[in-house]
């Protein structure tokens, strides 16, 4: 099963690019990289998805090594409202026996 | 609005007893998924069905089942509950069978249950 260890939290400043790295050592050759944001007391959302390389969408930027065992997601100059936990989700999606394994999520504060 | 809905928002109940927590899905997705998020914790997998199917199962309880109804919509029953029960519990939805591969989970709003 593909486990996935992220930082615990991390700070930054408002105006700064925030990176924060998801291990994820036995990702199986299907599988994808999910990163989503979550609120307190809200649903997650979906930021951004990525197989291999560089994704990039109007909020953010994913960027996976060739080895695939690991993968950073980039918000770039971030404000308040980015503070959230950000969980990366890898998932062995092709399979019956497949399990959904979100990691243990990196708590952002931003700080004026 | 990520378009799926759950109900109630919150329940509140005593030990031993038992509860059902029910989920819509966004129109036209298959998949079914429910996380059970205990006070600051992450999110932990329970199941997923697939147009009616279970899909996958993660670590969900013995006291624990769920279903999917030709409607699409879920319900997750839980039993025998315990004061550990006490969490927020997500059901997501998606198009796909698989949540790997380019496909993305809409979450619900939540139910907050407490066990007393």
């Known amino acids: 099963l593909a486990k996935t260890t992220q930082p615990i939290s991390m700070d930054s400043y408002e105006g700064q690019e925030v990176n924060i790295t998801c291990s994820h050592n036995?990702?199986?050759?299907?599988?994808?990289i999910t990163w989503y944001q979550q609120f307190p007391s809200q649903g997650p959302r979906f930021i951004i998805q990525g197989y291999k390389t560089k994704v990039t969408n109007e909020v953010a930027s994913l960027f996976i090594p060739a080895d695939r065992k690991s993968s950073t997601l980039s918000l770039p100059r971030v404000s308040l409202s980015d503070t959230a936990v950000y969980y990366c989700l890898v998932d062995t999606g092709y399979s019956s026996a497949s399990k959904i394994i979100f990691g243990s999520g990196t708590r952002l504060s931003i700080r004026p | 609005d990520s378009g799926v809905t759950q109900t109630p928002k919150h329940l509140i109940t005593a030990t031993g007893q038992r509860v059902t927590l029910r989920c819509s899905p966004r129109s036209g997705d298959l998949s079914v998924y429910w996380y059970q998020q205990s006070l600051d914790q992450g999110l932990q997998f329970l199941i997923q069905y697939y147009n009616g199917e279970e899909r996958a199962k993660g670590n969900i309880l013995e006291r624990f089942s769920a279903q999917q109804f030709p409607d699409l919509h879920s319900e997750l029953n839980l039993s025998s509950l315990e004061l550990g029960d006490s969490a927020l519990y997500f059901c997501a939805s998606s198009v796909s069978p698989t949540s790997g591969g380019p496909n993305e989970q809409f979450f619900g709003p939540g139910t907050r249950l407490t066990v007393l």
């Open positions: 036995n990702i199986a050759t299907n599988d994808y």
